[in-house]
Structure formats: structure tokens, C-alpha cells
């Protein structure tokens, strides 16, 4: 009150000055009219009526200010009308104590697992070997030299087969398994043809040309051709070496192979998390245009709906696609199987309800000239509204605060008067606001100057498309914002 | 101090963990119940997990392209079934989690039937809990006790369920236990037991005041779990009954095929996150208001007096059926419960309940049970209720006819099991199991607070009875629990207020106790309480407790006092 001189007694609001007669009515009107504005004020009102009125008027509690002091009875009852579940009750809180055995398990896996590796790896080189380019093709030194790879187990050692436990005679001949030199019967042995076996010992080959190759292997490695002695070269194995390669090659097809499904579900993950992140960027934009606001070029927000429309198009399609997945096969796939492609598709409708269809539709061209009007209006109905309320107290201030502004004028924009430059080259570095296409009257608060320019910032960002700088300029406006409406109010206080 | 939240972010961490594509997650029986409570299927339909499979569930279908993360209880079948799936690996890559401490051994027999190097983690997470609501947790175990002590299973569950609570809420806490109760002592003396064991996992960052876990019995107060109860939550698990957040409605006439059976979770559901504690009244008209807003925005005219008109209306637009789900469920099930307490005459038999207990007029409230048991209209169940809390209430009074009344049971029909019950809860609750004076409200002080309450305004007279627990955790923030009656295990003890209270009810707790410690929560700033049972109970759940307490009770054990009646 430093333009008021006279002193002024009663019930005043200590916010507007209001003499309102009575306190419960002056606590009335705060609580109504400026409770927004300051808890702490009407925290201090409350207690220092309260202890008056009970010092002046020797006056019990009113049971409106029972509080926790009170006993514990009371506040059981009084507590039980109030809503339930209150989350805010709950402090944030990390998560809970969390053991890893992982390191265990992998220790004793890898000591068990390492046997498997070992002789499987022993295997791969023989194989390597026996079917490399050096490996004689005549039949005679062929057999020498699998000897000299891997040593044949003497025949005089083993008398059955140690599969089928079935005696060897004249016509049930000993076989030697190339890999590993061991005996079995003929009826017993396992065919690899060489195609597979360059498939299990060249995991480069396979990698550079995986397309091509991973389509033939389907049947290579199909349990007819390797049984198969005819046709293509192949080498003979016993059951075990047969068993220790195919998990080998189990493990890398499942390392390098997706299924149909795994790559439509691919896709669509793709396609949900570009949609989130346009909608990240496009939900600001459609709220400020909105509201007639003209930080945001209404093209580009077409232009972002558009696209997001399309990202939505695409999940509806893939998802749609994965839930008929093989529905009209034939064996059905496994019913979890379908459940599963459902579920997938609940989600993907469930994304787009919570995110797309409620997709806000953007004013239309004329729609938005009115909001922009209606907010010019509404945006200087105030600053009026203010002006006036505050306009003997600003009186003083003004003279002061003109002298301000041109002095602040000058230091910002020295070259503000030097119009329309043409746009500047953009460098590598990125893009530069250009300080003179905004206009803006010469009457403003400096404040607000700023804030015009600043939305001119923006504006200019935007279409240069540095959606990061946007950020950080829009919160430069929002602190300008809230600290010009402070100025405001201290104002005309 | 939030059990929802703790075992939301394990599970999250959980999926998390497994890194992007298609999920399958594989439980038990018990870990379905721990997540389904904290998570609804579309929320984690998210995170990318698509397919929910029971561990135990013979012939499951190899999908290799989806990771499995199993999340099961540290049990010897479960270990096994894990074992067996890893030999014969169904999903690409596995993350494991057990719920609670699992030994090296068992580890180590997993990873001997990893041959496929298909697991990636073994973790434990200590999310071996149900979370009902932020500070109510329940272990799901019913009738925990036999021949009114542990049952050898009951307590290591109870113990790894309670130590789970603690290890993922992070606390290291001084334990304080109910001295009259044999079964309290022995859960906090084999909770301080893993604590000491499990060492390494409870060193947390040290608070300056410590956390308390305070230990109680059900024998102590076994009239809250009797009484008929008027707050929505409560009120719907006695008279429906909620088992994992879903009610069964099935029995109600002429209900539709999809709300036959409803979930009533505060976590996805903001009408019961509001009403959850209001009482039935307050329902009705919050569910009106809610009623009447949607009314006006569909431009409708027609008057919703009654129950039976919201129903209607709801079905003239079955458009806005679909919209408002949750508003037609929430009438279907204020619905019922007004049908119900219509039609069994509840707030008679409420009113006469809560006077009994909290009323002293001896000859006035028999004469009252006997008007009410004569009378057609009331049901056998309530019949009970009333003389079991008559039976306690009076247990010592010089007139008591605890027999009169029982005879009068017999006359009405009641069944021999039902009446039983009678002494059964004599036996499970009655004045010698008793630590506390659990009607010790009706001395004068409290009397003379009622009279000055009167003054103030009519206190809602079905709702007059507070738990005994309330009291009991009101000393203790005020420091004035009694050392002898509850004493401290070991020697420490803690000096200050209390901040983080964890209360545990052997023998189930109760929806009212549950609204009781939010009351307290509310209303104490700077302290924090949740509390658990080995269940949730009402009162048919609390029968078969009682009922399964008393059997196997060894003759010579409490054999006199059993045949004294």
C-alpha cells in the first residue's frame, strides 16, 4: 500500500483491500477469491483468527477447526467420510531388494555345458577336414586319409553294435563313424551330406548370403537326405555325432531364423513407437492451436496429423494382419498360439483407443483466425481489465518503467528498426532466430516485447524444423510469462 | 511404504529385464494371484507381454519366439517343473524369478538342465505377497492355525511372506509381539530367525528411527471379523465376498453375462478408489450423483428415484452401458447389496450387533437377541452372529445363558455345525486367549465421550465398534504400549515415535482394520502403517478359521476348559 496514504481500518482483504465487515465474511471472500492465489496466506488468516477469536471471545473451537489435536475418537468418525484412496499418501519409493543367482547358475551350466561345447567344436574341425578342398576324391585314398583325420576304433574291440546290441557277422558289417572313429552297424549309421556339413562349419558363408542359403537348407538338413546315402557326398556318423551336430545347428538357425509372426510383430513395434513420438510432438501443438495461439505453424501440424494418421493406418493393418495369421491353415496352429495373436491385436487396438481415435482434430483454417482473433481480444480485454484496476496505483510506476523500457529496448534489439532482412542462409551449425519479422507495438511492457519475440523465435524454429530449441524456448517463454504476471500483480497492489 | 506399488515395480523390472519382443509370462497358482492383484491384463499387454501361462500346466505349446519370464514361489514342485522345462525348453530365452530365497542347491539343479543355455537370469525378487491395497497385504492362507497353534506349513509361509514384505519395502525392523500368544512369539522369533540367517539381505541404509513389525493374534479380537459391516469394501466382501479383487455375482437375479463376475481394484477403478471407505449411505449417493451426471448428458428427463429405476435406465441405453462399465457394475453391486440387506433385515441385526458389543445393558440386549432370533425374518448366519457375540461379550457375567440362547438356535434350525460355533469361538477368542481388554471401551471415560459426542451430533450407530487394533496402534504412536503386554524380541527397543509400522494378524485380518489403519494414516502425519494378514477375513472365512483352529486341538492339551460347558 505505498500509493495509498490513508490508513484504513475494518476487515480488509489484505489482497484487494475490500472491507468486507465481519471476519467469517472476509474469510469467506478469501477463501473464494484469492485462494488460488496464496495458501500460505490463508493458512496464516485462518490461525491468527483462530487464536483471537478464542482469546477475544473466550469462544470453544467451532468444529470446524478440529484437528489432529483433537482425540482420537473423534477424528475416527470425522475421518471416515472422506474419500478413500488417496495415492498421494504413498511417498515415491524404490524398488525392493533384488538377489541374482545368475552368476551361479551360469558358472555350473557353463561347467556342464562346456562338455558338450568341446566335443562339439572337436567335431566341426573334423568335419572341416573331411570335407575341405584337400580331401581326395578316389576312393582308395580316401579311406586313408579319413584314417589320418580322426583314428578308427580297431574292430577286434567291439563285438555288437552299440546301438542295436546286435552281433556283427558276414552280413552285418562294422562301420566306422568318421567323426569320431567309433563302430556301429550299418542300420545304424547317419548320413551328412556336404552341403550341410559347409552349413555347420562356415558360419561366415552363411551370414553373407543367409537369404539364398537358409531356403536350401531346409532341405538339406531335412532327416530324408541325411539318411539318404545316395545322391550328394556325405559322410557317415554314428547317432551321438549325429545328435551333438544337429543341436548345433538348431542353436544357429534359432539364433538367425524369424518366423513370419516375430517380423510382422517387429514392424508394428516400429510403427507404435515412431506413432508415440509424433504424438509426443504433435499433442503441444494442436492444444496451443487450439487455443488460437500462433507459437506453432498450423502447416506443419497438418502435416504431423497426417502422418501420424498413416502410422495408425499401419497398425491397424499389421496388427490386423497378425491376428488372421494362419487362422485359415491348415492344421490350425496351437490354440495359445492364436491367443497370443489376439492378445497382440488387443493391444495394438488399445494403443490406437487410448492414443488415435480421440486424435484431436485441428481447427480449420477460418476456425483458427477466429481463435487467434478471440484471443487477441481476449489477451488485451485483460491486459485492459488489468491497466484500469491497477491504474492510480501504476501512475507513478509508469514514468519510471517508460524510462525502462527504452533503455531495456535498446540493449535487446539494437536493430529492430532495420525491417524485413532476407531469411538467412542456413549453416551447418543449424538455424538463427531472426530478431525482425516480429512486430509488435511500440506501447507494450518490455516484458511482453520479450515475450513476442520470443514466440517469433519459435515460430521461426519451428519451421526450421529444431524441435529441441522449441523446447527449451517455450519454457523460456512460460518463466517470462508467470514472471510478468507477478510484475503485473505487484503492480497494481 | 506402498505394498501395490513394491510388487508393480518388481514385476515391471521383471519385463523390463527381458528386453524388447514378444513375451510369454509363466507362474504358479500363488504368483497369478501376486500379479493379477497389482497389474489388470491391459496394462501388461503393454509391456509386450502377450501370453500368461500356469507352470503346472501340462502340454503348453512350443513357441520359440517368445521369451518366457517366469515368476514362480521358491518351491521344491516348482524347482522340479522348472527343471523339467528347461530339459525340454518350450520358449527362446528364459529370465527366472523366484519370489522369495531360493538355496545354491536348487540353482544349481536348474542349471544342470539348462543344456540348451536357454536362461539368461535367476533372480530373486521378494514380491511373496498379496498387496490388496497400498497398506494392506494378505498371504492368502486359510485357516492358518491347528489345535490353536501353527500348523508347520502355515508358518514358514507366514514367515517367508512377512520377510518378503519386509525385504521389499526395504525394512529391517524391531520386532514387538502379542504376549499372550504362543503363535505370535513363535512367528517373530523365526522371522528374527531368517533375518539373522538371511543377514546379508537386510542391510539396508539405516533410518534414523527404526521400522516396527508388530505381531498380533486374531484369538485377541475376534469380534471384528463377526460384525456385519457398512463401508463398500468391507460390506461387499460380507455379504458377496471378494476373492483377488473379483466378486462373483452369478447368484444375483437376472444379472447379464458380463458382470456375472466384476474386479474391484482401487488401482484401475476411480469410483471404488473414492468410495472404497464410504459407508453404504454415502454409496448410494455418490452412485446417484454419478447417475444423474451421466443422465443430464444424454438429455434424459426420467426421474432415478430408486435402485431399481438406475437399472433400468441403464439398459434403456446400452450405448452408454458400454461407456460407463464401471457405473453399471458399481449399481449392479450397490444394487445387490441393498436387495441384500433389504431382504435379511441387515441394519436390524447391524444395530443390535453393534450394541452388543459396545453397549453395557445386560438383561436389555439378551431380551433383544431373543425378540430377533424368535422373529421369521432374520437368517441363520446373523442368528449366529449375534450369539457369538453375546457369548464373548458376556462370557463372565453372573446371568449369562449363553445355553438359552444356543437352545434357542436349535429351535430355530439352526444347524449343528453353525451352532458349535458358539463354543469354538469361545474356545478360539474367549477371555483366557485374550492379552487385551477387548471390551474395554465401555469404561467411563469412553462413556463419558459418548455422552459428549451425543452432544454434538447422533454418531452413526452402526459403525460405533472400532478394532481393538486401532486402539492398540494408537498407543504404540504414542509411545504407550505396553512393554509386558507387547514386548520388544531381543533386547534393543526404540526410543523415538515410530515412522514405519508393520502390522501382521495371524489369523487373518479385516477389511474394517484395513480402513482403520487408513484412518490412522491420515490422520498421523509422519507415519506410515500398513498392515497383513495371513488372510482377508468376513465372517464365513472367519468360521472355517475358527472351525479349523479348534479341531486337531489334543484333548489333553485344553481338554478341561473345552468340556467345561
Known amino acids: 500500500m505505498a500509493t495509498s496514504s490513508e490508513v484504513r481500518e475494518g476487515f480488509l482483504c489484505p489482497m484487494c483491500m475490500k472491507d468486507l465487515g465481519t471476519v467469517s465474511m472476509l474469510q469467506d471472500h478469501f477463501e473464494e477469491e484469492h485462494s488460488n492465489e496464496d495458501k500460505d496466506v490463508l493458512q496464516q488468516l485462518r490461525g491468527l483468527f483462530g487464536k483471537a477469536k478464542k482469546k477475544i471471545l473466550g469462544e470453544k473451537e467451532n468444529h470446524d477447526y478440529v484437528d489432529q489435536s483433537d482425540s482420537v475418537t473423534d477424528t475416527y468418525s470425522a475421518n471416515l467420510t472422506k474419500t478413500g484412496y488417496d495415492s498421494s499418501l504413498w511417498d515415491p519409493q524404490e524398488i525392493g531388494m533384488i538377489r541374482s543367482h545368475t552368476d551361479v547358475f551360469k558358472a555350473t551350466r557353463g561347467a556342464r555345458v562346456d562338455r558338450f561345447v568341446v566335443e562339439t567344436n572337436k567335431l566341426i574341425i573334423r568335419l572341416d577336414k573331411l570335407t575341405g578342398s584337400n580331401s581326395p576324391t578316389d576312393t582308395g585314398k580316401r579311406k586313408a586319409f579319413e584314417k589320418s583325420v580322426v583314428p578308427w576304433m580297431p574292430d577286434k574291440y567291439v563285438q555288437t553294435c552299440p546301438d542295436c546290441t546286435r552281433n556283427f557277422s558276414l552280413t552285418r558289417r562294422r562301420h566306422h563313424c568318421r567323426l569320431c572313429g567309433g563302430i556301429m552297424c550299418d542300420k545304424c549309421s547317419h548320413f551328412l551330406p556336404h552341403t550341410f556339413a559347409k552349413k555347420l562349419t562356415n558360419p561366415a558363408f552363411q551370414t553373407e548370403m543367409e537369404v539364398g542359403f537358409l531356403k536350401r537348407t531346409g532341405s538339406n538338413s531335412s532327416l530324408n537326405s541325411l539318411m539318404s546315402p545316395e545322391g550328394e557326398a556325405h559322410i557317415r556318423t554314428c547317432n551321438n555325432c549325429r545328435k551333438l551336430l544337429e543341436r548345433r545347428d538348431q542353436q544357429i538357425q534359432q539364433r538367425n531364423v524369424k518366423p513370419p509372426i516375430v517380423i510382422m510383430y517387429e514392424n508394428l513395434q516400429s510403427y507404435v513407437e515412431n506413432a508415440q513420438m509424433l504424438l509426443k510432438e504433435f499433442i503441444p501443438m494442436v492444444e496451443s492451436l487450439s487455443c488460437g495461439e500462433s507459437t506453432y505453424n498450423m502447416y506443419t501440424a497438418q502435416q504431423y496429423r497426417n502422418k501420424i494418421l498413416k502410422m495408425y493406418e499401419s497398425i491397424d493393418s499389421v496388427s490386423k494382419r497378425i491376428w488372421v495369421y494362419e487362422t485359415n491353415a491348415d492344421p490350425l496352429p496351437p490354440a495359445t498360439q492364436l491367443k497370443m495373436q489376439k492378445n497382440i491385436r488387443t493391444m495394438a487396438t488399445s494403443f490406437m483407443q487410448d492414443n488415435m481415435i480421440g486424435l484431436q482434430a485441428l481447427p480449420s483454417e477460418e476456425h483458427y483466425k477466429k481463435l487467434q482473433e478471440a484471443r487477441k481480444i481476449e489477451i488485451q480485454q485483460r491486459i485492459a481489465d488489468e491497466r484500469q484496476a491497477a491504474a492510480e496505483a501504476q501512475e507513478k510506476e509508469r514514468k519510471q518503467q517508460e524510462q525502462r523500457e527504452t533503455t531495456i529496448k535498446h540493449q535487446i534489439h539494437p536493430s529492430n528498426r532495420d525491417s524485413d532482412q532476407p531469411a538467412k542462409t542456413q549453416k551447418k551449425s543449424g538455424w538463427i532466430p531472426e530478431e525482425t519479422s516480429i512486430r509488435y507495438s511500440d506501447k507494450d511492457d518490455p516484458m511482453v516485447q520479450q515475450m513476442n519475440i520470443i514466440r517469433g523465435y519459435i515460430k521461426q524454429a519451428r519451421q526450421a524444423e529444431k524441435y529441441d530449441e522449441v523446447k527449451m524456448l517455450e519454457q523460456n517463454l512460460k518463466d517470462l510469462q508467470q514472471e510478468y504476471l507477478k510484475q503485473q500483480r505487484q503492480n497494481w497492489s | ?565
Not at chain 2, 90 to 95: D, M, T
Not at chain 2, 123 to 131: I, L, S
Not at chain 2, 295 to 313: A, G, L, P, R
Open chain 2, 1 to 565: 511404504m506402498n505394498v501395490i506399488l513394491a510388487i508393480k515395480q518388481y514385476i515391471s523390472k521383471m519385463i523390463e529385464d527381458s528386453g524388447p519382443g514378444m513375451k510369454v509370462l509363466l507362474m504358479d497358482k500363488d504368483t497369478t494371484s501376486i500379479v493379477s492383484m497389482v497389474y489388470a491384463q491391459s496394462e501388461i499387454l503393454q509391456k509386450e507381454v502377450y501370453l500368461f501361462e500356469r507352470l503346472d500346466s501340462a502340454g503348453r505349446e512350443t513357441m520359440k519366439h517368445l521369451k518366457c519370464i517366469a515368476f514362480v514361489r521358491p518351491t521344491k514342485e516348482n524347482v522340479e517343473l522348472l527343471a523339467q522345462e528347461l530339459r525340454m525348453s518350450k520358449y527362446g530365452l528364459y529370465y527366472i524369478y523366484f519370489s522369495n530365497v531360493i538355496s545354491k542347491q536348487d540353482v544349481k539343479v536348474l542349471a544342470e538342465a539348462d543344456d540348451q543355455e536357454v536362461v539368461r537370469e535367476v533372480q530373486e525378487f521378494f514380491g511373496d505377497y498379496v498387496a490388496v491395497s497400498p497398506h494392506l497385504f494378505t498371504l492368502n492362507i486359510n485357516g492358518c492355525c491347528q489345535g490353536l497353534n501353527w500348523s508347520t506349513d502355515s508358518l514358514a509361509r507366514s514367515t517367508q511372506g512377512l520377510t518378503s514384505v519386509l525385504l521389499s519395502l526395504k525394512k529391517c525392523p524391531m520386532i514387538r509381539y502379542q504376549n499372550s500368544s504362543e503363535t505370535a512369539r513363535r512367528l517373530a522369533e523365526s522371522v528374527r530367525q531368517t533375518i539373522n540367517k538371511e543377514a546379508a539381505l537386510f542391510e539396508f541404509r539405516k533410518t534414523d528411527v527404526a521400522p516396527i513389525l508388530l505381531i498380533l493374534d486374531r484369538r485377541d479380537d475376534a469380534v471384528t471379523p463377526i460384525l456385519n459391516q457398512w463401508t463398500y469394501q468391507a460390506m461387499v466382501h460380507e455379504l458377496i465376498g471378494i476373492a483377488n479383487s473379483r466378486i462373483n455375482l452369478s447368484n444375483v437375479p437376472g444379472i447379464s453375462k458380463e458382470l456375472q463376475e466384476v474386479v474391484l481394484s482401487p488401482e484401475h477403478d476411480e469410483f471404488y478408489a473414492n468410495n472404497m471407505y464410504s459407508n453404504f449411505g454415502e454409496i448410494g449417493n455418490n452412485i446417484k450423483d454419478l447417475m444423474d451426471e451421466f443422465q443430464t448428458k444424454s438429455k434424459s428427463h426420467e426421474k432415478i428415484e430408486s435402485i431399481s429405476d438406475m437399472k433400468q435406465f441403464l439398459e434403456q441405453y446400452p450405448q452408454f452401458k458400454k461407456m460407463s462399465g464401471t457405473v453399471s457394475k458399481h449399481v449392479t453391486v450397490v444394487g445387490e447389496l441393498s436387495r441384500l440387506t433389504n431382504k435379511h433385515h441387515l441394519l436390524e441385526v447391524s444395530e443390535l450387533e453393534q450394541d452388543i458389543v459396545c453397549q453395557g445393558d445386560h438383561s436389555a440386549i439378551l431380551q433383544r437377541i431373543k425378540t430377533l432370533i424368535a422373529s421369521e425374518k432374520i437368517q441363520h448366519i446373523d442368528m449366529l452372529r449375534l450369539v457369538m457375540l453375546y457369548a464373548l461379550r458376556y462370557e463372565s457375567h453372573s446371568n449369562n445363558d449363553v445355553s438359552g440362547l444356543v437352545d434357542a438356535l436349535r429351535k430355530r434350525g439352526v444347524s449343528d455345525r453353525l451352532r458349535m460355533m458358539v463354543h469354538a469361538v469361545l474356545d478360539y477368542g474367549g477371555k483366557k486367549s485374550r492379552g487385551s481388554d477387548l471390551f474395554g471401551n465401555q469404561d467411563i471415560v469412553s462413556l463419558t465421550k459418548k455422552f459428549f459426542k451425543g452432544v454434538k451430533g447422533v454418531e452413526n450407530v452402526y459403525t460405533q465398534h472400532k478394532p481393538l487394533l486401532y486402539s492398540l496402534l494408537d498407543q504404540l504412536i504414542k509411545g504407550k504400549l505396553k512393554e509386558g503386554a507387547y514386548p520388544y524380541l531381543g533386547v534393543s527397543q526404540l526410543k523415538d515415535r515410530p515412522q514405519d509400522i508393520i502390522v501382521f494378524v495371524i489369523g487373518g485380518t479385516t477389511f474394517e482394520e484395513a480402513l482403520a489403519i487408513h484412518t490412522l494414516n491420515r490422520s498421523s502425519p509422519g507415519i506410515r502403517i500398513i498392515i497383513g494378514g495371513t488372510t482377508v477375513h468376513n465372517f464365513k472365512s472367519f468360521l472355517d478359521e475358527v472351525a479349523q483352529a479348534i479341531q486337531g486341538q489334543s484333548s489333553s492339551n485344553v481338554g478341561p476348559r473345552y468340556h467345561r460347558r
